[in-house]
């Protein structure tokens, strides 16, 4: 029997969204430092009216809906969809006051697209946008990579069962500590560190590269921030292409292989255990997807003679093969037109595929693809053996596990419902007069969380397909449960007793 | 005499002025149209845009033309001085490149790139200067200022 939810529930959910948005306000107070340093005082005001009607929000939820009680499941989920639809809204206002998005529509596709990690962008010349606007795009990734019910558990939410309930709705699904609490911590200390170090490094090679010191450390913290939460905004027209430097392109192809990596796996490495890169699942099956699939590119690029010498294909191939598979959404080509369909559907394959779960990527995941081979092979092996043989097939994650058949079943339902993801806004493409192939692409890449266009995303595109690229860009990155519980909400409001 | 000569020079100049129109591209249709363009003198217009980074044996350039940025690479020879680069608050200088596209620079390892050969400045950047917009900052006295209702009236019934 459908329930409807009752009062008691709502005034739980509104009372810690109410939490999360003030979490959210201090955040949008970020930039404001970043306009100071660089004196933009325009942009300032943006972000204090921005920051200002998060506090409004969140201070009128938490004193009106106050409560001591814990989440549920349902509740847990609901809470996780509210707050990235919320934070979208929220985000995309001084965004919108910057005046470089034709619409508020277009700010909240950008605020979703940072959000979600995605990248896929509509905003008109970026090349004047302030640093502070930058700067937000770019720490949107950031928190929205991590996670923003992460970010309020780290600092907000008691450890509690509500918690784990959170955690789970953002996608995540193993506890890398025992506590979620910790676990969420780990994740924000392994991302300051990286994004120290990576700053740094990036920043000092940016100086060798011919940029000015402090522009040099403001672009290297922003391309950390995209390239590691595998975002693939940057802050200018060109993406990587404005460089002009291939060491920036391999330093930043280590800062999306990073972001790549299970949260779980750079546990073991922080722990000292290196072997674990060897063993897990995951990185054994990133490595043949990522080989497959580049073998296909740099076929179809070879077919075609595309580009002069073998360095070349290299370079292009792998630099794009890598941030589509990684889902990052970094480019170093002017345009995809051009390039030969086989390459092309070989980029939409490795985006599809994406990284490793509980990591800053979105898609299938290659920790499902490698369970639903590794379920195939036992299905093989068992029409092979005799009957009466006995046997469990096994894998590496952390530690030794069993496969089960539930498990199986979890990841195949998963990866169909992505297919289906892809596929959806592919056919309302095609619905808006654009080719299928490109539709794709472009569909497979919101979905992903990917950020690599064809072309179609364009502030001129359809106000339809800008809302349905939103929804995939959530659901992609949520993973469905949580947007399922919020229509399963509206359902029990509509149906239930 | 003098007036036949004038009009040669009028003449000439208008030819050339015609031959740089025939050359000069959009960076749209430079991407487009790459292959067809590879190797080829063309004229690109833009505003330099960003910073110009420096190399060992030359600079690279980010001019935009209104649509897209396209890399222009400016050999040491060519002593090329940047004034103004386009960013929050600048206008970028306006120049106007005569030089090589290569759809796939095998020199600069597949970048997409104009080998400048020489440059013209068309129009000299400047410092926008920044208002700040009365409406925002109305808002934003009313937004903080209904903020802090909100937590002195929370405080007041605490207390």
């Known amino acids: ?497 | 005499m003098k007036k036949i000569i004038f009009f040669i020079l009028i003449f000439f100049a208008f030819i050339l002025k015609n031959v740089n129109a025939q050359n000069l591209v959009s960076s749209s249709t430079l991407i487009e149209k790459a292959e067809e363009f590879d190797g080829k003198a063309v004229v690109y217009r833009g505003e330099i845009i960003g910073e110009m980074m420096c190399r060992k044996n030359g600079c690279w350039l980010n001019v935009n033309d209104g649509n897209l940025s396209l890399g222009i690479w400016i050999p040491k020879e060519l002593n090329f001085s940047l004034r103004y680069a386009g960013g929050y608050k600048i206008e970028g200088d306006r120049i106007e490149i005569e030089g090589i596209f290569h759809y796939s620079c095998v020199e600069h390892l597949g970048e997409m790139d104009i080998h400048a050969n020489k440059i013209r400045l068309i129009k000299e950047g400047r410092l926008l200067e920044e208002k700040v917009d009365i409406k925002k900052i109305n808002s934003a006295i009313i937004i903080w200022g209904f903020l802090c209702i909100i937590l002195i009236s929370s405080k007041l019934k605490r207390a």
């Open chain 1, 1 to 497: 029997m459908l329930l409807k939810p009752t009062p008691k529930q709502i005034k739980k959910i509104l009372y810690y969204l109410g939490r999360i948005i003030i979490i959210f306000g201090f955040l949008s107070l970020l930039p404001l430092l970043v306009s100071v340093i660089f004196r933009e005082t325009e942009p300032a005001f943006d972000f204090i009216i921005g920051s200002g009607v998060c506090f409004i929000f969140g201070f009128i939820l938490v004193r009106v809906f106050k409560t001591d009680e814990e989440l549920n499941w349902i509740e847990g989920m609901l809470l996780v969809s509210l707050s990235w639809i919320v934070a979208m809204f929220l985000a995309s206002i001084p965004l919108f006051l910057s005046r470089h998005y034709h619409s508020y529509l277009d700010a909240c596709f950008e605020a979703m697209s940072g959000l979600a990690t995605t990248g896929l962008t509509l905003i008109i010349d970026l090349e004047h946008l302030s640093f502070a606007h930058n700067f937000w795009r770019h720490l949107l990734m950031f928190i929205g990579g991590q996670g923003i019910v992460i970010v309020a558990l780290s600092f907000l939410v008691r450890g509690s069962s509500g918690a784990f309930k959170m955690y789970v709705g953002e996608a995540r699904g193993e506890k890398i500590l025992p506590n979620v609490i910790s676990t969420s911590r780990f994740i924000w200390t392994v991302s300051f560190v990286y994004l120290c170090l990576g700053t740094i490094i990036l920043g000092i090679v940016g100086i060798a590269e011919g940029l000015k010191p402090l522009r040099s450390f403001f672009h290297s913290l922003c391309i950390f921030m995209a390239g590691f939460d595998t975002g693939g905004f940057s802050l200018h027209s060109q993406n990587i292409i404005y460089y002009h430097s291939i060491l920036i392109e391999i330093i930043t192809i280590s800062f999306m292989i990073l972001g790549a990596i299970n949260f779980k796996l750079h546990y073991s490495l922080w722990t000292g255990n290196f072997k674990e890169i060897f063993k897990n699942i995951e990185t054994k099956t990133f490595f043949f997807t990522v080989l497959i699939s580049f073998f296909i590119v740099i076929f179809g690029l070879a077919q075609r003679c595309f580009y002069p010498n073998l360095v070349i294909y290299f370079r292009r191939g792998f630099y794009q093969l890598i941030s589509a598979h990684t889902g990052t959404g970094f480019t170093t080509l002017y345009s995809m037109k051009g390039w030969p369909i086989l390459s092309i559907l070989g980029l939409i394959v490795a985006m599809g595929l994406g990284g490793g779960s509980c990591s800053t990527t979105g898609g299938i995941k290659v920790f499902r693809i490698g369970i639903i081979f590794k379920g195939l092979f036992q299905d093989i092996k068992r029409i092979l053996l005799p009957e009466s043989a006995v046997f469990s097939e096994k894998f590496h994650h952390t530690q030794k596990l069993i496969l089960e058949d539930t498990q199986i079943r979890v990841c195949l339902q998963i990866t169909l419902f992505y297919i289906i993801l892809y596929f959806i806004g592919a056919v309302v493409g095609v619905a808006f007069g654009y080719p299928f192939l490109e539709s794709l692409f472009e569909s497979t890449s919101a979905s992903a969380n990917v950020g690599l266009s064809c072309g179609i995303t364009q502030p001129q595109m359809p106000a339809l397909l800008k809302i349905i690229y939103i929804i995939q860009m959530c659901v992609g990155r949520l993973e469905f449960i949580s947007i399922f519980s919020i229509l399963g909400l509206l359902w029990a409001i509509l149906k239930g007793r």
